[in-house]
């Protein structure tokens, strides 16, 4: 039943119960208290006046017969009863005041009794105090006692002072309640309406917040980082889907074309391999394609392992260098590698070779036939670096700025034979900021381009 309430209700509906129970609580240990309170009082009322009695009683131990109780007058404390006894085979009332006959004395307990010593009982209505002392070699005991009509009435009082109250404070308490339940969910309630306004469409939209640092304003933040995250998520798809459409249209539109133009007529054996050979060809930049999208949408943790590794940028730089040394040699480009010193960061091997090699392979496939591709591998005070030269046509200015967006290809670069899909600008970049560091550009017209990695020396964690 509980289940179908709303939270403040529920709220209220405890706040209700622990009210109850809390002055249930209160009114019970209120009471207790003041009765046990009101029972020490009497006792102490009753040993002060049980002493001077028999301090009397022994002064004037030779008129015992004659001593007038008067003491409930002299301490104006009413009921009092008080009797003299003798204990000898049973006990026998010397004299005593209008005693009631509901309050009982065995002769085995009396004489059980430690001389001088003040004994308390409890019997039905009365409270009864005694104390047994000695004249002439002869055990007596006065017993002084009184009802509770006193403490009954202060008791009954207390119950009806409560009774009114304690209704009182639990309506106010409840009504309290009630505000503060509905003012703290005031906050939320804004935002829940402002989250409704919030689709998948425009992600754009963020919840307001007031930087007070509560709990609120926390909650605020934290969803509009769930939003912000939500928002690239999105944007990624929605570029993913774009840039696949984009780049997949041309390729299946020309093998669409071979393959219709391949089956208006018979043909000869040689013309169907060299159609079957086209589409393969465009088959293949599907394929990278998809592959390389793919790793562009990927999040950094699913592309870099949760463990560091170790590893030498010298190594990296070597093997980057003697794989693409039989693509230098096809386009005739002298590939050379210069490395002065070994440096250490952690990171992934296999990811930053696939960086290199990228840079490589455009240093060599837009460098002029017989000319240099130099890879160094060096450090100043405060970087690691890796610096990828060529002595080829150069990137402008205007271009520069653009080299690492996806599928952005420089006018030079537009053509078959190049066999990029213009993501391996983009590739690179996403690699290095995985491993925090930095690729800087420098290009010239005609004269050539220098491509730097930069890695900080203190870098050593992700």
Same mark, same amino acid.
């Given at each position: ?268 054996v040689c013309e169907y391999k060299k159609s079957l050979e086209n589409c393969l060809d465009e088959v293949i930049v599907i394929q990278q394609t998809i592959d390389d999208l793919l790793f562009l949408a990927r999040k950094e ?93 150069? /990137?402008?200015? *205007?271009? @520069? +700025?653009? &080299?690492?967006? %996806?599928? $952005?290809?420089?006018? !030079?670069?537009? =053509?078959? #034979? ?20 930095? /690729?800087?550009? *420098?290009? @010239? +017209?005609? &004269?050539?381009? %220098?491509? $730097?990695?930069?890695? !900080?020396?203190? =870098?050593? #964690?992700?």
């Amino acid at each position: 039943m509980m289940n179908n309430i709303s939270i403040k209700k529920k709220l209220l509906i405890y706040n209700i119960f622990i009210q109850i129970v809390i002055l249930f609580l209160f009114s019970i240990s209120l009471y207790k208290t003041l009765e046990i309170s009101s029972k020490d009082k009497v006792e102490a009322t009753l040993k002060v006046i049980l002493l001077d009695v028999v301090d009397d009683v022994i002064e004037h131990k030779n008129e015992l017969t004659n001593r007038v109780f008067d003491e409930e007058k002299e301490y104006k404390f009413e009921p009092l009863y008080i009797r003299l006894l003798e204990l000898q085979n049973d006990f026998l009332v010397i004299k005593s005041t209008t005693f009631p006959n509901e309050i009982k004395s065995k002769i085995a307990k009396l004489k059980l009794l430690k001389s001088n010593n003040i004994v308390f009982e409890y019997q039905k209505d009365y409270i009864i105090s005694r104390i047994k002392f000695d004249i002439n070699n002869k055990d007596y005991v006065i017993e002084v006692a009184t009802d509770f009509t006193t403490i009954n009435s202060t008791l009954e009082n207390l119950i009806y002072i409560l009774l009114f109250i304690v209704p009182i404070i639990l309506i106010f308490s409840i009504i309290g309640g009630y505000f503060l339940i509905y003012k703290s969910f005031s906050p939320i309630e804004k935002l829940l309406a402002n989250l409704k306004s919030i689709n998948a469409s425009d992600l754009s939209k963020r919840l307001p917040f007031k930087n007070k640092n509560d709990e609120i304003d926390l909650l605020a933040k934290e969803i509009n980082n769930l939003l912000y995250r939500l928002e690239i998520s999105f944007n990624k798809i929605s570029q993913f889907s774009s840039d696949a459409s984009h780049e997949l249209k041309t390729p299946l539109t020309i093998i669409r074309g071979e393959i219709e133009i391949a089956l208006r007529k018979d043909r000869e054996v040689c013309e169907y391999k060299k159609s079957l050979e086209n589409c393969l060809d465009e088959v293949i930049v599907i394929q990278q394609t998809i592959d390389d999208l793919l790793f562009l949408a990927r999040k950094e943790h699913e592309v870099i392992e949760q463990r560091k590794d170790e590893l030498y940028l010298d190594e990296v730089s070597l093997e980057a260098f003697k794989e693409m040394q039989s693509f230098a040699k096809l386009k005739n480009i002298k590939l050379l590698c210069q490395i002065d010193e070994a440096m250490q960061i952690k990171g992934h091997h296999k990811l930053l070779k696939i960086a290199i090699k990228n840079i490589l392979k455009n240093a060599i496939s837009f460098s002029y036939e017989n000319s240099e591709v130099i890879i160094r591998n060096y450090s100043d005070e405060y970087n690691y670096i890796i610096c990828i030269e060529d002595k080829g046509i150069g /990137i402008c200015k *205007e271009e @520069q +700025e653009k &080299i690492f967006e %996806k599928f $952005y290809r420089t006018d !030079k670069s537009r =053509n078959k #034979e190049s066999g990029g899909t213009g993501l391996g600008m983009a590739i690179v970049e996403k690699i290095v900021k995985l491993h925090q560091g930095k /690729i800087k550009l *420098e290009s @010239q +017209e005609n &004269i050539g381009t %220098k491509v $730097y990695f930069v890695f !900080k020396k203190e =870098n050593n #964690e992700y």
